[in-house]
């Protein structure tokens, strides 16, 4: 059954660091990988693997985005409400659209919006352009965005 649940999440590497040490007898190579995975329906995370080997490093950063999934509330194919988030030097601002408008979002918060399953959405990453930092914002602005419901209930409305 595992397996079946697996199949349905999709992986996609964000990006590949490559860092070297020189060494007596020459540079030695290692790198690190950022991959997101996702299942389009709400449901995504996100994944940070080093290895000396890039095959090495993207198996152990899948592992890791499969681990660490969490769920995002959607409104219909957008988010309910706008956010703001900070991460380190990145900051992201996220506005739910109408219905057709499109994913409008850049480079590695494409990919997690992506597979989150939002559709509509006017997304703009500003300050660094790191990539790690600009998903772990993405990351934080949607685990920090609340549904209709839960807000309605703290309330105590139906």
């Not at 397996?3 to 349905?8: F, T």
């Not at 290692?30 to 299942?39: D, E, I, K, M, P």
């Not at 999934?69 to 380190?88: C, E, M, S």
């Not at 992201?92 to 918060?109: F, N």
Request: charged content about 25%; glycine content about 12%; some cysteine.
């Amino acid at each position: 059954m595992a397996q079946d649940e697996n199949k349905e999440y999709e992986e996609r590497v964000v990006t590949i660091n490559r860092c070297s040490k020189v060494l007596k007898g020459g540079r030695k190579f290692s790198f690190s990988a950022l991959v997101v995975t996702g299942n389009h329906k709400g449901s995504v995370g996100v994944g940070f693997g080093k290895a000396n080997e890039v095959a090495d490093a993207i198996r152990k950063a899948s592992n890791a985005a499969k681990l660490n999934l969490f769920k995002v509330p959607l409104h219909g194919q957008t988010i309910p409400h706008d956010i703001i988030q900070k991460h380190g030097g990145a900051k992201v601002l996220m506005k739910p659209a109408s219905p057709g408008t499109g994913l409008i979002a850049g480079g590695a918060m494409r990919a997690l919006l992506e597979l989150a399953g939002v559709r509509d959405v006017l997304a703009k990453s500003m300050g660094s352009n790191n990539a790690f930092n600009v998903v772990t914002a993405t990351k934080k602005a949607l685990g920090n965005i609340q549904s209709r419901d839960s807000i309605l209930r703290k309330r105590g409305l139906k």
